[in-house]
């Protein structure tokens, strides 16, 4: 067999062969996928805000809470030797509430602003992604499996949902442009990414990576609507029963959606 024939031979084997599953370790991007990451970031900005504004622990205490949670489910999803849905998305919630509690820290206790905050937690994500480029080669994540891609992984997760909560209270706060326009400032930007998706040759990587960080700005947007003042463009929900209803929907729709492992670069 030729080097080409072998070389394809071994693509097409490796692409067919179940066990293949088994080396990604996040899901495969569908519809479902991105609803539940947008539910996931919502519930990180209604329960980040229960634990530090609600129940009064201020940023610190809260940031500390959930870093310690966030670090137990990193290691819990580094330590599983296959794609678990359960796993995944707590380690979701914990990476977006813990994001939530050092966005409000960043911004507001220490007083840079959301601007500020913002364009710090760029510079912060860029390095991360520059780094796991140039260690790994490559930031797709259809086979996020070995510990250091993992860690590169969640890092610029977190990374990520911190940068989104800034990005969002910027925009509908520092900007004025309110919790429902803002919404769909960044629902208009996800749609624009979707159709280049479908559309455009444009590195579907890269493409990921933009909708996933803008699903965040759009939770933190979807989650201050929900629990803000009536005075200040909110519902005036409990940010307890808000957390409660979206932890309900997330969980209905692993219940009721299959969900796979990746198979192909995202």
Known sequence: MTPTLKSEYSTIATNNDPMSDALSKVPAVTLIFWLIKVAATTLGETAGDALSMSMNLGYIVSTAIF?????????????ANSF???LYWATIIATTTLGTTIADYVTRSLGIGYAGGSALLIVLLAICLFAWQRTMGSIAVDSVSKPKAEVFYWTTIMFSQTLGTA???WVADSKGMGYTTSAIIFGTLLTLI???HFTTKISKTLLFWSAFILTRPLGAVL???LDKPIDHGGL???RFGASAALLVFIIACLLVFKQRASTKAH
């Open 167 to 169: 990005l969002g209270d």
């Open 236 to 238: 005036a929900l409990s």
């Open 84 to 86: 678990n849905k359960w």
């Open 67 to 79: 870093a310690v949670i966030f670090a137990i489910a990193v290691a819990s999803q580094i330590k």
């Open 223 to 225: 989650g201050d609507f």
């Open 194 to 196: 979707a159709i280049a």
